[in-house]
Nanobody, 121 residues
Framework: QVQLVESGGGLVQAGASLRLSCAAS????????MGWFRQAPGKEREFVTA???????YYADSVKGRFTISRDNVKNTMYLQMNSLRPEDTAVYYC???????????????WGQGTQVTVSA
């Protein structure tokens, strides 16, 4: 059974940092693109960042320069280092794999339960 588990969220003040983790089990995703998305209350799920199987990285303009995505294929785990957090980063963060590089939610599958990130002003 494929399972993705996000962790590392929390409540922080603006300007702080958090590191999210996404642990996969049930199969390996070394040949997949792995992505982070987020969803704020009342809004659609939006692309944050993705890392391809060849370690190419893609970022939404809103997080470029502040967030860094990485992956450890040995551990079957992906990370999201978030620096200089802003109140507008507040959302539930989700990770998921995709067969190709994409910023579209529908291209991803096996969504985890998400981890809440709350940034206070």
């Amino acid at each position: 059974q494929v399972q993705l588990v996000e962790s590392g969220g929390g409540l922080v003040q603006a300007g702080a940092s958090l590191r999210l983790s996404c642990a996969a089990s049930g199969r390996t995703f070394n040949s997949y693109t792995m992505g982070w998305f987020r969803q704020a209350p009342g809004k659609e799920r939006e692309f944050v960042t993705a890392i391809s199987a060849s370690y190419n990285r893609y970022y939404a303009d809103s997080v470029k320069g502040r967030f860094t995505i990485s992956r450890d294929n040995v551990k079957n785990t992906m990370y999201l280092q978030m620096n200089s957090l802003r109140p507008e980063d507040t959302a539930v963060y989700y990770c998921a794999p995709a067969l190709k590089v994409s910023m579209t939610v529908n291209e991803y599958e096996y969504w985890g339960q998400g981890t809440q990130v709350t940034v206070s002003a």
